[in-house]
């Protein structure tokens, strides 16, 4: 492995840096940190170039980039264009968390499919998956990786289901899956829903309660609901924080799986590929896909 200074440049295409994705850079090993911001996808070639170019081949294991932002479409555009920017033998590794959402999303999904496993004797192969806050990049990520793991996935729109059809169609493009766009706007459509789901992702905003315990009370074939709201009140009524397969308050079957058990496989997930980038020995590219694989090695 080349002994050169592992440097990290960082593109986020809003006006700030996550000062947390640059925390756990830092203390991944990274020494040199750079935060690009208001990056546009055109500008992704010019700066990999820059980057590549400016060192010799082999210390192309020991630079990278981090795609960071609040799209998740956005970024794994921008990690594309990134790729494509290589010019072999000058390469570098790219690493892409829209807003940490890849690695939350893998981490709930892996944190649930442990939970099916031990509770229900279940795999998500063929489990109905119903995500709230569909449209969001947690939704998103975890939508796909589920369906990837052969879920029949429900992606619940509350306003406007036209919203979430252009996030199936861009799945299906991208990775092949199907996701089922359903209509949620009414507490009638919700609850018909939430009756016929057997696990749930709540990824909406924070702050906003998707499930009440009477809805979960009437939700007769539910065995996980999985929250990432940390702030009051929860996403899910009754759920506690580090809540890893505890029946909800109220309910007879239903498992909860809390926003700071999901966030510790999280935390670890992203430093442990940070770390793998400055560990390689060649290149690697790094999605939501590689981190759900990491997390289940955590959950394991």
Do not use: W
């Not at 940190?33 to 192309?60: C, H, K, M, W």
């Not at 790094?286 to 090695?297: G, V, Y």
């Amino acid at each position: 492995m080349s002994q050169a200074t592992p440097i990290l440049h960082m593109f986020a295409p809003q006006k700030h840096m996550s000062p947390f994705d640059v925390n756990m850079a830092a203390d991944a090993g990274f020494k040199v940190i750079i935060p690009y911001i208001n990056v546009e996808l055109t500008e992704i070639t010019g700066l990999v170039q820059d980057a590549i170019f400016s060192r010799p081949p082999d210390y192309g294991i020991r630079t990278g980039v981090f795609i960071g932002g609040k799209d998740a479409l956005l970024a794994l555009d921008m990690m594309k264009a990134a790729k494509d920017a290589l010019v072999p033998p000058f390469q570098l590794s790219v690493f892409a968390d829209p807003a940490g959402s890849f690695t939350t999303a893998a981490g709930m999904v892996a944190c649930v499919e442990k939970v099916l496993k031990e509770k229900h004797s279940r795999s998500l192969d063929g489990t109905t998956v119903t995500v709230f806050g569909a449209t969001g990049v947690v939704g998103f990520a975890s939508a796909v990786i589920a369906a990837l793991e052969g879920a029949k996935v429900k992606m619940v729109a509350h306003r406007g289901v036209e919203r979430v059809f252009k996030t199936a169609e861009a799945a299906k493009e991208r990775f092949g899956v199907d996701l089922e766009p359903v209509p949620g706007e009414t507490p009638e459509q919700k609850a018909e829903i939430v009756k016929n789901a057997e696990v749930v992702f709540a990824a909406a905003a924070a702050g906003v309660q998707i499930l009440s315990t009477a809805e979960l009370q009437s939700a007769k074939n539910l065995l996980v609901a999985a929250d990432v709201n940390a702030v009051p009140p929860p996403g899910v009524e009754g759920m506690d924080l580090f809540m890893k397969g505890e029946i909800l308050p109220g309910c007879t079957r239903t498992s909860g799986v809390g926003p700071l058990a999901i966030g510790d496989i999280k935390y670890k997930t992203q430093a442990g590929l940070f770390t793998r980038m400055i560990n390689a020995t060649e290149p690697v590219h790094l999605d939501f896909r590689d981190a759900f694989k990491l997390a289940r090695s955590f959950v394991a």
